[in-house]
């Protein structure tokens, strides 16, 4: 009964911001990392951040220094807050628990100008 749900992703500009939000439940959230993966049409899956269970990140290569993951153990929370965002960066971003291989419905985000 694992479960991610994903909130956040909506039509914005190019050069806006954005924060998508990932809720989990049905395991102990506190003690394990959560990643953010995106997916464009007919493109592979691209990871793009990861936050460890003690707050340790690390980001795609595209994507550090305009993307902060983030994590709140109190309401079992991921966020991925990206900045400066590009047409480029339009996508289906999904949630995953690694050591569940449990993933989230994605959210669509659109950056467009």
């Known amino acids: 009964q694992v479960q991610l749900v994903e909130s956040g992703g909506n039509l914005v500009q190019p050069g806006g911001s954005l924060t998508l939000s990932c809720r989990a439940s049905g395991f102990t959230f506190s003690r394990e990392g959560i990643s953010w993966y995106r997916q464009a049409p007919q493109k592979a899956r691209e990871f793009v951040a990861h936050?460890?269970?003690?707050?340790?990140?690390n980001y795609g290569d595209f994507v550090k220094g305009r993307f902060t993951v983030s994590r709140d153990n109190r309401s079992n929370t991921v966020y991925l807050q990206m900045n400066n965002l590009q047409s480029e960066d339009t996508a289906v971003y999904y949630c995953?628990?690694?050591?569940?291989?449990?993933w989230g419905q994605g959210t669509q985000v659109t950056v467009s100008s």
């Open positions: 995953n628990a690694p050591n569940r291989d449990a």
């Open positions: 936050v460890a269970r003690g707050g340790t990140t």
